[in-house]
């Protein structure tokens, strides 16, 4: 599998925006420049916010280079999707969810990472957990980290072949492969 | 009111006391009252406050509080007149450039200061002076009087006023215009000076009508005149004259009195008439055109006009000697007034005799110090500015202090030290005045201050000292006065020299404080690591001692003292007489003296102690050494500070200073050259037994104490023949033949004369009988002091030798000498038992240096004829004699080298030059880098290299020697048998066991220690704790307990250095115990400040090659992805954050230090966290990361505060259930469910790329089933982890050993590693710190290819095109401007609504105000609309409540209102607020809340006319150009401009926020900060709303 498919991916919202779907794939599934892309990561300002309680919080980060809309989920208790889960994780995810709802307010510096999703044809996240940053040299960072990350990885061709990583092994390191 | 009394000056001087007249500040008042002479009434004489006796004591002290004048409690006046001093001098300091005047009201006559001269009228006129200071001399009968305020009677006054210009005649004689006139500014002015009179200047002087006596000395001093180039001659007043074209006036003879008033008129405008131009010559060549004054000149002032300040043009001040003027409140006068503080951090030198400070310069007063040189020394103990003064400056009063300080009166002996002083450059003189004053205390009670300072005649130490420390370049030729000042520029006196840094000698005292000082401000900051310094031991927790090494450059100073043996402690000390200070001298050695004093330049200062918890407030701004400290030698006090203090230096780098200033040596010098010929005893030291120490005894007991040493004494004894040293230049006559020393033929003995002399000598002193022990040993009988004949003939074993003798003042010298075999039982070349002797070498405490000169293990001489048989020995075999070492018989150090056939000659040159190196190469292993000092010079480097005495002899020889060597050396540690402890030690078996060097050595265990014996033991020591047991690390722990005392530790013993313990009891496996007779030396020490480092909590777990010890800093960061290529296990930097976890065990702190257990880390936190697996992402790939203790709970931010609601159930509404103020952190909680449960293991069997997936098992070793709640803050702990920040990870790959210990561990928890993820080890984990990874980053980027960020972040690059510093002021052209600069690069990028919002954050950044994040995608509306504008602004006049509406129409609240009253910066035009200045609410009066100050100033900027509405007015009138809260405070005053803004104070709650700003400036930034932020996202347009304009001024 596709390490980007797994990680956090890291991209700036024009790039974010520019997601795209194959209609044959998985729907959980947007691809940049032929990549899988599932989960992002990205930083900016919280430049709109608009809160439903027990239901959503939605919420649009500028990165300064587009705008991101996101949503966290907070409808916990009553959603299907999570009676399936154990009640108590569900508080504490509820809890941990408010929490980080109540901290997202306009002008914030916020990370955010999430899954990924489409609502009425536009890309959003729907939000995993949500980081308030207090330092505004973060938002630098992140800009560099997107370019070095896309540079460096996203923008690199994967052979299918071998796409696959390997653990040391026991005994042998040299079963590691590119 | 009560009249004012009128007050004599015999009143004043009667009582002596300072007092002020300040309180009688009503001239107004008292001007027309008669006044009430009160001379007949003697009740109500002036009550001159009869204070207690006791303050009048204190008062003078130049260190007590300053006390502030006494102010008389009732007007008083005194009436008097103001006139020149009657010869030009004050009677009180004898010189002119004092610039009093005398004061007499018939009473008495006092010397006085007039605060504003600009009248020259005063002098010779009446005068009542309302408002005073008095000031008493203390050391000299007189006093000073302080004339603040004055005014003339009446009458004179009206007589006066009718003239503007103030014209002073000098002598009675009407102005005349005869003779030049100059008319210009005052620009500089010499101090009087008396010169004698030459031929030239009489004839100047006659010429002028003076009536010249030949051989009178003339005083007179220079003015320099700024006139302008113009012909009018005539005092016209008027702008046009441009002042610049220097003109000298010489003001000679009578008219030299003006020197106070003229001194006062500086960048004044005068007129001087009555002038001959002359030609007046200087020394002997020089002539200079200037003008004289003669009989008839005039002084007179002209008004000077106030724009015409062009003189006062501000250089920027750059401190290379510029001449500049500086205003400064007196804060300290030092050195008889040599040295001013000023501010307290501005020093002005007043140096030379002409400059003495004048009288009103007191601590307090504000002064103003014109034409000195500003000058930024190099010095390398602090940073600070000095004010030069040369002959050009002026020092004028602007206000009297009004404190009870002290005048200087400077005394006018002149001094060797005073002309040297003056000779050097102004930097250069500071110091000299610096270590004038640290001589002075340093040596107190020491020398005599005439030592010190020296005499007219001699030169004192301080001189000696300093012409010997200073760089040529720093002096400079003086000229005297009248040329320096005519040709000032020429002589450059303001100009530095460069010379590389000068650094100080400081006091011991002030050193010591210093160290404290910055002990507590280490602390400070490091405070947060020490929360993690606890441990336990035993039940017991403490702190960990922390030990820092400074280097002496990390201070700037230089230490001075004499070396000298605590009577006390028995340390070595470097002392003074502020205080003492133990030292640690690795190479100390029998030639450094005892008593003499060093000069220390380079060395390391090592401070120990447990942390502390350090008060912010304790807080000392760790200066680098304040000179005012110096001066005045105070010593701040610490409530802090470091258990030990002691300066670690090498005898190489000390320099004796006795020579430099002819102090006698205490010592008879040389101790090496003490090594007369004749017989030596080879003694090998086997054990050194600790200072006895009694704690109580006083110090005439302990001198008594004596310290001693066990020795075996060498079966061969070394006789030297002294008659003839061979120098090394030398080329004697056996060197020449190529006397060879090839082996044992006595045939060389024979043919050598002079040995052969020698050994006759041996018998002359045994046949004397005065080798006391050897007589009673059992040797005696058999040894060669019996038996003449056979030491000749039959001694076939004696061995010629050569000894090279070196000392450390370089000389070397070589003897021949002989080493006789002392012993005749010996068989087959072994000795016998019989035939070890021991020796007990006495110490008096006198002598400690000595002691701590041996070493165990060495080889030393020693002097036959000492000896006397122990009593209460018994021998078995072994004989013991004691011998009380004396500087009679010291102990020298040996070694042995062994040659080949070689010449002699090559012999002594190869070797002579062999030391030289190996001497240098000591000298670099000594000073080691990584912060390890040596203790021992021996230390890691043979015992050969560094001795006093080299032994070279045959190879044959050496292979007979080396056979006694190692039997000596195989029996070292047998305990000697010493008193009472006897009977303790004796049954022990002799077994030396040094455990290896820790890791170095291979393999643990293997360690198993004989029960009781003694051995010695090296290595590491890790701990020391109160209880007395250390922990000597040496691959397996060791822990040693002791009975033995504190003070019997050698000085810095703690955890960190590396140590030998001799004669420690074995005790068990792993347990000994240092007995009284264990000695400890130790080999180095290591700095130990961050305890995390050191406790081994970062030992590698997996894999013993994991970790290298590179540092981490250099670690390249990486990225995830790109494991792979670095299978080699390098460590590596990854920024990444945690997404899930992979399995945890959360244990109880545990106590037991010696746990076996791998996983065992000292623990700072109270949890123990033996194990954890987290899953990091860094953006490229997922890994498992696997990390214990301390880098496991910051992972889990553990010591972060999280939300106490979360686990108080039941209280999930956000909204309502806002977080509780009081935040805990994570592991107070865990803590607590950890005492139920001692052991947590946590797994999640879930998705490991999820955190909301993740399927957490919890489970405990105890049985016992978790809490709804523990559980609920079990998995709350987790998944907080798991939305933590970016965290900056050093780790490295697990390698196939690691991993089967990871496969292990897990398989434990019933886990498995995730099969598609890398695993590495956490070794570092640290918080980010964006701004520095960034850089890194964007280097590494920019690198690659620069072109990169234009591409990607386009508005990164547009922002900061976009920063230009231009006011914002101008309004719209700077965002047109930004608007064009920016659509040049990226056309129809960047929004207008963007570049404003960027700008305004700017604006209020660089205007003093907080930096926030702004959002940048914003879109440029479609519309604008002037009506919407209009209606939707808030204006000025508006009442609040209107002004609140609009806001709270657009979601903002009353908040944003106050915050929008922010007018900080910025003007309004005069019509938003006329109507408050004439017409407030049609009253036709002035808004009475407005401040009239305020009000007066606005009417004046915005008269009532039309014609004005468009002016300017601030709106913060304070602070108009700084982002401020002043703004608030100005409304608080009723000073707010606006009429809006004014109404907020009448609003409750807008009153309320607006005292809070006004009080609270962070509040009010952070708040109009967030409110910023709101507005601007007022009515945002993104997405595809709006556009982005092209100019901003319209629409697409």
């Given at each position: 599998?596709?390490?980007?498919?797994?990680?956090?991916?890291?991209?700036?919202?024009?790039?974010?925006?520019?997601?795209?779907?194959?209609?044959?794939?998985?729907?959980?599934?947007?691809?940049?420049?032929?990549?899988?892309?599932?989960?992002?990561?990205?930083?900016?300002?919280?430049?709109?916010?608009?809160?439903?309680?027990?239901?959503?919080?939605?919420?649009?980060?500028?990165?300064?280079?587009?705008?991101?809309?996101?949503?966290?989920?907070?409808?916990?208790?009553?959603?299907?999707?999570?009676?399936?889960?154990?009640?108590?994780?569900?508080?504490?995810?509820?809890?941990?969810?408010?929490?980080?709802?109540?901290?997202?307010?306009?002008?914030?510096?916020?990370?955010?990472?999430?899954?990924?999703?489409?609502?009425?044809?536009?890309?959003?996240?729907?939000?995993?957990?949500?980081?308030?940053?207090?330092?505004?040299?973060?938002?630098?960072?992140?800009?560099?980290?997107?370019?070095?990350?896309?540079?460096?990885?996203?923008?690199?061709?994967?052979?299918?072949?071998?796409?696959?990583?390997?653990?040391?092994?026991?005994?042998?390191?040299?079963?590691?492969?590119? | 009111?009560?009249?004012?009394?009128?007050?004599?000056?015999?009143?004043?001087?009667?009582?002596?006391?300072?007092?002020?007249?300040?309180?009688?500040?009503?001239?107004?008042?008292?001007?027309?009252?008669?006044?009430?002479?009160?001379?007949?009434?003697?009740?109500?004489?002036?009550?001159?406050?009869?204070?207690?006796?006791?303050?009048?004591?204190?008062?003078?002290?130049?260190?007590?509080?300053?006390?502030?004048?006494?102010?008389?409690?009732?007007?008083?006046?005194?009436?008097?007149?103001?006139?020149?001093?009657?010869?030009?001098?004050?009677?009180?300091?004898?010189?002119?450039?004092?610039?009093?005047?005398?004061?007499?009201?018939?009473?008495?006559?006092?010397?006085?200061?007039?605060?504003?001269?600009?009248?020259?009228?005063?002098?010779?006129?009446?005068?009542?002076?309302?408002?005073?200071?008095?000031?008493?001399?203390?050391?000299?009968?007189?006093?000073?009087?302080?004339?603040?305020?004055?005014?003339?009677?009446?009458?004179?006054?009206?007589?006066?006023?009718?003239?503007?210009?103030?014209?002073?005649?000098?002598?009675?004689?009407?102005?005349?215009?005869?003779?030049?006139?100059?008319?210009?500014?005052?620009?500089?002015?010499?101090?009087?000076?008396?010169?004698?009179?030459?031929?030239?200047?009489?004839?100047?002087?006659?010429?002028?009508?003076?009536?010249?006596?030949?051989?009178?000395?003339?005083?007179?001093?220079?003015?320099?005149?700024?006139?302008?180039?113009?012909?009018?001659?005539?005092?016209?007043?008027?702008?046009?004259?441009?002042?610049?074209?220097?003109?000298?006036?010489?003001?000679?003879?009578?008219?030299?009195?003006?020197?106070?008033?003229?001194?006062?008129?500086?960048?004044?405008?005068?007129?001087?008439?009555?002038?001959?131009?002359?030609?007046?010559?200087?020394?002997?060549?020089?002539?200079?055109?200037?003008?004289?004054?003669?009989?008839?000149?005039?002084?007179?002032?002209?008004?000077?006009?106030?724009?015409?300040?062009?003189?006062?043009?501000?250089?920027?001040?750059?401190?290379?000697?510029?001449?500049?003027?500086?205003?400064?409140?007196?804060?300290?006068?030092?050195?008889?007034?040599?040295?001013?503080?000023?501010?307290?951090?501005?020093?002005?030198?007043?140096?030379?005799?002409?400059?003495?400070?004048?009288?009103?310069?007191?601590?307090?007063?504000?002064?103003?110090?014109?034409?000195?040189?500003?000058?930024?020394?190099?010095?390398?103990?602090?940073?600070?500015?000095?004010?030069?003064?040369?002959?050009?400056?002026?020092?004028?009063?602007?206000?009297?202090?009004?404190?009870?300080?002290?005048?200087?009166?400077?005394?006018?002996?002149?001094?060797?030290?005073?002309?040297?002083?003056?000779?050097?450059?102004?930097?250069?003189?500071?110091?000299?005045?610096?270590?004038?004053?640290?001589?002075?205390?340093?040596?107190?009670?020491?020398?005599?201050?005439?030592?010190?300072?020296?005499?007219?005649?001699?030169?004192?130490?301080?001189?000696?000292?300093?012409?010997s420390f200073?760089?040529?370049?720093?002096?400079?030729?003086?000229?005297?006065?009248?040329?320096?000042?005519?040709?000032?520029?020429?002589?450059?006196?303001?100009?530095?020299?460069?010379?590389s840094?000068?650094k100080?000698?400081?006091?011991?005292?002030?050193?010591?404080?210093?160290?404290?000082?910055?002990?507590?401000?280490?602390?400070?900051?490091?405070?947060?690591?020490?929360?993690?310094?606890?441990?336990?031991?035993?039940?017991?927790?403490?702190?960990?001692?922390?030990?820092?090494?400074?280097s002496s450059d990390?201070?700037?100073?230089i230490l001075?003292?004499?070396l000298?043996?605590?009577?006390?402690?028995?340390?070595l000390?470097?002392?003074?007489?502020?205080?003492?200070?133990?030292v640690v001298i690795p190479d100390f050695s029998s030639s450094c003296d005892i008593?003499n004093i060093y000069e220390l330049r380079y060395y390391s200062?090592?401070?120990?102690?447990?942390?502390?918890?350090?008060?912010?407030?304790?807080?000392?701004?760790?200066?680098?050494?304040?000179?005012?400290?110096?001066?005045?030698?105070?010593?701040?006090?610490?409530?802090?500070?470091?258990?030990?203090?002691?300066v670690h230096f090498f005898m190489k780098d000390a320099s004796c200073l006795n020579a430099s200033?002819?102090?006698?040596y205490?010592n008879s010098g040389d101790g090496l050259k003490g090594i007369q010929d004749?017989?030596f005893?080879i003694l090998l030291i086997?054990?050194?037994?600790?200072?006895?120490?009694?704690?109580?005894?006083?110090?005439?007991?302990?001198?008594?104490?004596?310290?001693?040493?066990?020795?075996?004494?060498?079966?061969?004894?070394l006789f030297l023949r002294g008659e003839h040293p061979i120098q090394v230049t030398v080329e004697s006559e056996e060197k020449r033949n190529g006397l060879s020393l090839c082996?044992?033929?006595?045939?060389?003995?024979?043919?050598?004369?002079?040995?052969?002399?020698?050994?006759?000598?041996?018998?002359?002193?045994?046949?004397?009988?005065?080798?006391?022990?050897?007589?009673?040993?059992?040797?005696?009988?058999?040894?060669?002091?019996?038996?003449?004949?056979?030491?000749?003939?039959?001694?076939?074993?004696?061995m010629p030798c050569l000894a090279i003798i070196k000392s450390l003042t370089g000389q070397r010298s070589a003897r021949y000498g002989t080493l006789?075999?002392?012993?005749?039982?010996?068989?087959?070349?072994?000795?016998?038992?019989?035939?070890?002797?021991?020796?007990?070498?006495?110490?008096?405490?006198?002598?400690?240096s000595n002691?701590q000169l041996l070493q165990v293990g060495g080889y030393y001489i020693m002097?036959?004829?000492?000896?006397?048989?122990?009593?209460?020995?018994?021998?078995?075999?072994?004989?013991?004699?004691?011998?009380?070492?004396?500087?009679?018989?010291p102990l020298w150090s040996l070694s042995f080298f062994c040659d080949e056939v070689v010449s002699f000659k090559n012999l002594l040159q190869n070797h002579l030059s062999q030391i030289d190196s190996i001497l240098n190469d000591a000298v670099r292993a000594g000073s080691s880098s990584n912060?390890e000092l040596f203790f021992q010079r021996f230390w890691n480097q043979s015992l050969e290299k560094n001795s006093d005495i080299k032994l070279h002899l045959s190879l044959?020889a050496m292979?007979?020697l080396k056979?006694?060597i190692?039997?000596?050396?195989?029996?070292?540690?047998?305990?000697?048998?010493?008193?009472?402890?006897?009977?303790?030690?004796?049954?022990?078996?002799?077994?030396?066991?040094?455990?290896?060097?820790?890791?170095?050595?291979?393999?643990?265990?293997?360690?198993?220690?004989?029960?009781?014996?003694?051995?010695?033991?090296?290595?590491?020591?890790?701990?020391?704790?109160?209880?007395?047991?250390?922990?000597?690390?040496?691959?397996?722990?060791?822990?040693?307990?002791?009975?033995?005392?504190?003070?019997?530790?050698?000085?810095?013993?703690?955890?960190?250095?590396?140590?030998?313990?001799?004669?420690?009891?074995?005790?068990?496996?792993?347990?000994?115990?240092?007995?009284?007779?264990?000695?400890?030396a130790?080999n180095f020490?290591?700095?130990?400040?961050?305890?995390?480092?050191?406790?081994?909590?970062?030992?590698?777990?997996?894999?013993?090659?994991?970790?290298?010890?590179?540092?981490?800093?250099?670690?390249?960061?990486?990225?995830?992805?790109?494991?792979?290529?670095?299978?080699?296990?390098?460590?590596?930097?990854?920024?990444?954050?945690?997404?899930?976890?992979?399995?945890?065990?959360?244990?109880?702190?545990?106590?037991?230090?010696?746990?076996?257990?791998?996983?065992?880390?000292?623990?700072?936190?109270?949890?123990?966290?033996?194990?954890?697996?987290?899953?990091?992402?860094?953006?490229?790939?997922?890994?498992?990361?696997?990390?214990?203790?301390?880098?496991?709970?910051?992972?889990?931010?553990?010591?972060?505060?999280?939300?106490?609601?979360?686990?108080?159930?039941?209280?999930?509404?956000?909204?309502?259930?806002?977080?509780?103020?009081?935040?805990?952190?994570?592991?107070?909680?865990?803590?607590?469910?950890?005492?139920?449960?001692?052991?947590?293991?946590?797994?999640?069997?879930?998705?490991?790329?999820?955190?909301?997936?993740?399927?957490?098992?919890?489970?405990?070793?105890?049985?016992?089933?978790?809490?709804?709640?523990?559980?609920?803050?079990?998995?709350?702990?987790?998944?907080?982890?798991?939305?933590?920040?970016?965290?900056?990870?050093?780790?490295?790959?697990?390698?196939?050993?690691?991993?089967?210990?990871?496969?292990?561990?897990?398989?434990?928890?019933?886990?498995?590693?995730?099969?598609?993820?890398?695993?590495?080890?956490?070794?570092?984990?640290?918080?980010?710190?964006?701004?520095?990874?960034?850089?890194?980053?964007?280097?590494?980027?920019?690198?690659?290819?620069?072109?990169?960020?234009?591409?990607?972040?386009?508005?990164?690059?547009?922002?900061?095109?976009?920063?230009?510093?231009?006011?914002?002021?101008?309004?719209?052209?700077?965002?047109?401007?930004?608007?064009?600069?920016?659509?040049?690069?990226?056309?129809?990028?960047?929004?207008?609504?963007?570049?404003?919002?960027?700008?305004?954050?700017?604006?209020?950044?660089?205007?003093?105000?907080?930096?926030?994040?702004?959002?940048?995608?914003?879109?440029?509306?479609?519309?604008?609309?002037?009506?919407?504008?209009?209606?939707?602004?808030?204006?000025?006049?508006?009442?609040?409540?209107?002004?609140?509406?609009?806001?709270?129409?657009?979601?903002?609240?009353?908040?944003?209102?106050?915050?929008?009253?922010?007018?900080?910066?910025?003007?309004?035009?005069?019509?938003?607020?006329?109507?408050?200045?004439?017409?407030?609410?049609?009253?036709?009066?002035?808004?009475?809340?407005?401040?009239?100050?305020?009000?007066?100033?606005?009417?004046?900027?915005?008269?009532?006319?039309?014609?004005?509405?468009?002016?300017?007015?601030?709106?913060?009138?304070?602070?108009?150009?700084?982002?401020?809260?002043?703004?608030?405070?100005?409304?608080?005053?009723?000073?707010?401009?606006?009429?809006?803004?004014?109404?907020?104070?009448?609003?409750?709650?807008?009153?309320?926020?607006?005292?809070?700003?006004?009080?609270?400036?962070?509040?009010?930034?952070?708040?109009?900060?967030?409110?910023?932020?709101?507005?601007?996202?007022?009515?945002?347009?993104?997405?595809?709303?709006?556009?982005?304009?092209?100019?901003?001024?319209?629409?697409?």
């Amino acid at each position: 599998m596709d390490p980007m498919q797994t990680s956090h991916v890291k991209l700036l919202a024009f790039d974010f925006l520019s997601l795209t779907q194959t209609p044959t794939s998985d729907p959980n599934l947007f691809f940049r420049k032929n990549r899988p892309v599932s989960r992002v990561e990205t930083l900016g300002i919280v430049v709109s916010r608009d809160l439903i309680p027990d239901k959503f919080l939605r919420f649009v980060i500028d990165d300064g280079t587009g705008c991101i809309p996101c949503i966290i989920w907070l409808n916990h208790f009553n959603s299907p999707y999570f009676a399936r889960k154990n009640p108590s994780d569900v508080r504490v995810m509820a809890d941990i969810a408010n929490n980080q709802a109540m901290q997202i307010q306009l002008g914030v510096l916020a990370r955010v990472r999430g899954k990924v999703t489409v609502f009425r044809g536009v890309l959003q996240i729907t939000v995993l957990d949500a980081v308030v940053e207090r330092d505004p040299n973060m938002e630098i960072l992140h800009w560099l980290d997107c370019v070095k990350l896309a540079r460096q990885c996203y923008n690199v061709k994967l052979k299918p072949a071998v796409a696959t990583k390997s653990v040391v092994g026991e005994g042998s390191s040299s079963s590691v492969m590119r | 009111m009560e009249p004012p009394k009128l007050l004599s000056i015999s009143d004043l001087l009667q009582q002596s006391l300072p007092l002020t007249g300040s309180s009688s500040l009503t001239p107004h008042s008292s001007n027309n009252t008669p006044f009430q002479t009160n001379s007949n009434n003697p009740q109500q004489q002036l009550h001159l406050q009869q204070r207690p006796s006791a303050s009048l004591e204190t008062q003078f002290h130049p260190n007590s509080y300053p006390r502030i004048l006494t102010p008389l409690n009732h007007p008083v006046l005194i009436v008097g007149t103001i006139d020149f001093h009657v010869n030009g001098n004050c009677p009180i300091s004898k010189s002119m450039s004092s610039g009093c005047l005398s004061f007499s009201d018939g009473s008495a006559r006092v010397c006085c200061a007039v605060l504003d001269l600009d009248d020259t009228k005063i002098v010779g006129k009446k005068i009542n002076v309302f408002s005073w200071n008095f000031i008493p001399f203390s050391s000299k009968c007189g006093s000073f009087l302080e004339i603040i305020r004055w005014g003339l009677p009446d009458s004179t006054c009206k007589l006066i006023r009718c003239s503007d210009v103030g014209v002073y005649p000098f002598a009675s004689s009407a102005p005349s215009s005869e003779g030049s006139c100059v008319h210009g500014k005052l620009g500089s002015i010499s101090p009087v000076l008396v010169v004698p009179c030459t031929t030239q200047n009489r004839k100047a002087t006659t010429s002028s009508g003076e009536n010249s006596s030949g051989t009178q000395n003339l005083s007179g001093f220079l003015v320099e005149l700024m006139v302008c180039k113009c012909k009018l001659v005539s005092g016209e007043v008027g702008n046009c004259h441009s002042f610049t074209s220097p003109v000298t006036v010489y003001f000679l003879g009578l008219t030299s009195l003006w020197h106070p008033i003229l001194s006062k008129m500086l960048r004044k405008v005068i007129c001087v008439t009555g002038l001959k131009k002359k030609l007046v010559f200087i020394g002997n060549e020089d002539s200079y055109l200037m003008f004289v004054t003669t009989e008839k000149s005039v002084l007179r002032m002209l008004s000077t006009p106030l724009e015409d300040l062009g003189f006062l043009r501000r250089l920027a001040v750059t401190g290379q000697g510029e001449c500049n003027t500086y205003n400064g409140i007196v804060t300290g006068i030092y050195m008889n007034g040599m040295a001013v503080e000023l501010d307290e951090k501005v020093w002005l030198l007043l140096t030379d005799r002409f400059l003495a400070p004048p009288h009103p310069v007191r601590v307090g007063a504000l002064i103003s110090v014109s034409n000195v040189h500003f000058i930024c020394p190099k010095f390398s103990w602090t940073r600070t500015l000095l004010l030069g003064a040369c002959f050009k400056s002026t020092i004028a009063v602007k206000s009297f202090s009004p404190q009870e300080s002290q005048s200087h009166i400077r005394a006018h002996t002149q001094s060797l030290l005073g002309n040297f002083t003056d000779s050097l450059v102004f930097s250069a003189r500071f110091w000299l005045l610096l270590t004038v004053s640290c001589f002075k205390k340093k040596f107190a009670g020491i020398f005599s201050e005439k030592d010190i300072l020296g005499s007219q005649r001699k030169e004192g130490m301080a001189q000696m000292y300093a012409s010997s420390f200073l760089p040529s370049c720093v002096f400079q030729p003086r000229h005297g006065v009248l040329k320096e000042f005519c040709k000032h520029n020429l002589f450059g006196c303001g100009n530095e020299p460069s010379y590389s840094n000068i650094k100080l000698v400081v006091p011991i005292s002030n050193f010591i404080s210093h160290c404290e000082a910055s002990w507590v401000t280490m602390l400070l900051q490091k405070q947060h690591d020490y929360d993690s310094s606890l441990r336990t031991c035993e039940g017991k927790s403490y702190y960990r001692l922390i030990r820092q090494i400074m280097s002496s450059d990390d201070f700037g100073v230089i230490l001075m003292g004499a070396l000298q043996i605590s009577s006390t402690s028995g340390r070595l000390q470097l002392t003074d007489a502020t205080a003492s200070i133990d030292v640690v001298i690795p190479d100390f050695s029998s030639s450094c003296d005892i008593g003499n004093i060093y000069e220390l330049r380079y060395y390391s200062i090592v401070m120990e102690g447990v942390p502390a918890k350090v008060d912010s407030l304790v807080r000392r701004n760790s200066e680098p050494f304040s000179c005012k400290e110096i001066f005045c030698h105070i010593r701040p006090m610490t409530e802090i500070k470091p258990s030990a203090i002691f300066v670690h230096f090498f005898m190489k780098d000390a320099s004796c200073l006795n020579a430099s200033l002819h102090l006698p040596y205490m010592n008879s010098g040389d101790g090496l050259k003490g090594i007369q010929d004749g017989l030596f005893h080879i003694l090998l030291i086997t054990h050194k037994f600790p200072v006895i120490q009694n704690v109580q005894s006083n110090s005439v007991v302990s001198t008594k104490s004596s310290t001693f040493a066990e020795a075996t004494i060498f079966p061969w004894d070394l006789f030297l023949r002294g008659e003839h040293p061979i120098q090394v230049t030398v080329e004697s006559e056996e060197k020449r033949n190529g006397l060879s020393l090839c082996n044992k033929r006595p045939k060389l003995v024979h043919e050598s004369r002079p040995l052969t002399s020698g050994i006759e000598y041996i018998f002359r002193v045994a046949n004397d009988g005065s080798l006391g022990c050897i007589s009673n040993c059992s040797r005696s009988e058999k040894g060669y002091c019996g038996d003449h004949k056979s030491c000749i003939t039959s001694s076939p074993h004696d061995m010629p030798c050569l000894a090279i003798i070196k000392s450390l003042t370089g000389q070397r010298s070589a003897r021949y000498g002989t080493l006789c075999h002392a012993n005749c039982n010996r068989i087959d070349g072994v000795c016998c038992n019989l035939g070890a002797h021991k020796m007990l070498l006495e110490f008096s405490s006198k002598y400690f240096s000595n002691y701590q000169l041996l070493q165990v293990g060495g080889y030393y001489i020693m002097k036959y004829g000492n000896e006397e048989l122990l009593s209460s020995v018994k021998g078995i075999g072994s004989v013991s004699c004691k011998s009380l070492v004396t500087p009679q018989t010291p102990l020298w150090s040996l070694s042995f080298f062994c040659d080949e056939v070689v010449s002699f000659k090559n012999l002594l040159q190869n070797h002579l030059s062999q030391i030289d190196s190996i001497l240098n190469d000591a000298v670099r292993a000594g000073s080691s880098s990584n912060k390890e000092l040596f203790f021992q010079r021996f230390w890691n480097q043979s015992l050969e290299k560094n001795s006093d005495i080299k032994l070279h002899l045959s190879l044959n020889a050496m292979n007979q020697l080396k056979i006694d060597i190692k039997f000596l050396e195989d029996r070292s540690v047998k305990p000697v048998n010493i008193s009472e402890d006897a009977a303790n030690t004796s049954t022990c078996i002799g077994t030396t066991i040094t455990a290896p060097h820790p890791f170095s050595g291979s393999t643990e265990s293997g360690f198993r220690l004989p029960q009781g014996d003694l051995i010695s033991v090296h290595g590491n020591v890790i701990d020391v704790h109160s209880m007395g047991c250390d922990f000597v690390d040496s691959k397996a722990h060791v822990r040693l307990r002791g009975t033995i005392s504190k003070h019997s530790y050698p000085i810095g013993m703690g955890p960190g250095v590396n140590a030998t313990f001799h004669r420690v009891l074995v005790m068990g496996p792993r347990e000994l115990m240092l007995t009284p007779v264990s000695f400890v030396a130790i080999n180095f020490v290591k700095e130990l400040v961050c305890p995390e480092h050191v406790g081994g909590s970062s030992l590698p777990r997996f894999g013993s090659a994991i970790f290298s010890s590179e540092s981490l800093i250099t670690v390249s960061s990486n990225l995830i992805s790109e494991f792979i290529p670095y299978l080699e296990t390098t460590p590596m930097r990854y920024r990444c954050r945690v997404v899930a976890i992979h399995s945890l065990v959360l244990e109880k702190p545990n106590c037991k230090f010696l746990r076996q257990q791998p996983m065992q880390q000292s623990r700072p936190t109270p949890m123990n966290i033996p194990f954890a697996g987290f899953v990091l992402d860094d953006g490229s790939s997922l890994c498992c990361c696997w990390a214990s203790g301390q880098i496991a709970s910051m992972f889990l931010r553990l010591h972060e505060k999280i939300p106490v609601m979360t686990f108080n159930n039941n209280n999930r509404e956000p909204k309502t259930g806002r977080p509780d103020k009081i935040q805990r952190s994570a592991s107070s909680y865990l803590n607590k469910i950890l005492k139920k449960h001692h052991r947590i293991t946590v797994r999640n069997y879930g998705a490991l790329v999820d955190s909301s997936c993740q399927n957490l098992i919890f489970s405990t070793n105890s049985g016992n089933s978790f809490g709804d709640s523990d559980e609920k803050l079990l998995k709350f702990v987790v998944l907080n982890a798991c939305c933590g920040s970016v965290l900056s990870i050093v780790g490295s790959l697990v390698d196939s050993n690691g991993f089967r210990i990871l496969e292990k561990e897990l398989g434990a928890l019933e886990m498995t590693t995730h099969h598609q993820m890398q695993n590495i080890w956490a070794r570092e984990v640290q918080y980010v710190n964006p701004q520095i990874e960034a850089r890194d980053l964007l280097q590494q980027l920019l690198g690659c290819d620069g072109s990169v960020l234009l591409d990607d972040t386009v508005t990164l690059k547009g922002e900061k095109n976009a920063l230009p510093n231009k006011n914002s002021v101008r309004g719209f052209e700077v965002i047109d401007n930004i608007k064009a600069i920016v659509e040049k690069t990226c056309p129809s990028t960047v929004s207008c609504t963007n570049i404003l919002t960027l700008a305004a954050r700017e604006a209020i950044y660089l205007t003093g105000g907080l930096f926030w994040s702004v959002a940048l995608s914003r879109r440029d509306s479609l519309t604008a609309s002037e009506s919407s504008a209009n209606e939707q602004l808030p204006s000025p006049f508006e009442p609040l409540k209107n002004i609140t509406l609009k806001f709270t129409s657009k979601g903002l609240s009353e908040k944003d209102v106050v915050l929008s009253g922010a007018h900080t910066v910025g003007f309004a035009q005069c019509f938003t607020f006329k109507q408050r200045l004439f017409n407030f609410n049609g009253s036709n009066q002035p808004d009475p809340t407005l401040d009239t100050l305020l009000l007066n100033d606005l009417q004046n900027r915005c008269p009532n006319q039309d014609s004005s509405d468009n002016k300017l007015a601030p709106l913060d009138p304070v602070t108009t150009n700084k982002f401020d809260n002043v703004y608030y405070k100005n409304l608080v005053n009723n000073s707010g401009v606006l009429q809006s803004d004014h109404a907020l104070m009448g609003d409750s709650s807008g009153a309320a926020m607006v005292n809070n700003y006004s009080k609270y400036p962070y509040l009010f930034s952070k708040d109009f900060e967030a409110s910023m932020v709101k507005l601007i996202n007022v009515g945002v347009l993104i997405g595809k709303d709006g556009e982005i304009r092209k100019n901003c001024r319209v629409i697409n």
